[in-house]
């Protein structure tokens, strides 16, 4: 269900209750302690479920590491309007064991793969 | 759930049961005749619930119209391989009386709207 919107002005590429793919695309993302991990590349739909399975987080090569590519449960993306961007709950440290991939080397992304990325996270699918 | 997908040799912004993001904007919008009814512009997920409400389909001013946005369904959108874009079971006069609205007249996308919408195109919510 979605919750109940009263959204006479905001944008109209935001509501209360929804948000606009390619406003989601571009965005900053922090951890708690306000590091700017990377920004919000694109997210991955369900085509048979309308379900957003996760976003790609990614960062610029500018650090020398391959694997700059970050696949994050929705659920883990918590919009902060003071910011004007993600916080997603990890620390720059945990970040090097979460599952990710270079540009040029990705993985299959079957069933088995977004289970795998939400376990990571703690959600179960 | 996601059927199992065997996609070895998909791109990376594609595989047999997801999709990016950005990849869906822009794909060309046809109707079961081959018409062309537009683009699509972006989809509206939402927030929560991380589903996909609806894709917006625009098409461009040279017509004269001022409502060129079309809200439709995640579930009424069909890809088809072969034409390199979606389906819609609509015909170009249906979508007269469709929902839709100026870029400059923005409705309220609260959840009475997305009900709306749905009902349009015979989706139950």
């Known amino acids: 269900m979605l919750e109940r919107a009263s959204d ?3 944008a109209h590429d935001e509501t209360a209750a929804l948000i606009a793919s390619d406003k989601v ?3 900053t993302v922090y951890n708690k302690n306000g590091e700017k991990l990377g920004q919000i590349e694109n997210f991955m739909v369900g085509k048979r479920t309308g379900r957003v399975e996760y976003a790609v ?3 610029g090569g500018i650090l020398g590491l391959g694997k700059n590519h ?3 449960p929705w659920d883990r993306l918590e919009y902060n309007v003071g910011i004007g961007g993600y916080i997603v709950d990890i620390d720059k440290e945990a970040l090097k064991d979460a599952p990710s ?3 040029d080397d990705q993985p299959q992304f079957n069933s088995d793969y977004v289970v795998g990325v939400r376990s990571y996270y703690g959600i179960p699918y």
């Open 70 to 72: 970050y696949p994050i």
């Open 25 to 27: 695309e571009g965005t």
């Open 101 to 103: 991939y270079a540009q």
């Open 57 to 59: 987080m990614s960062f």
């Open 8 to 10: 006479g002005d905001v």
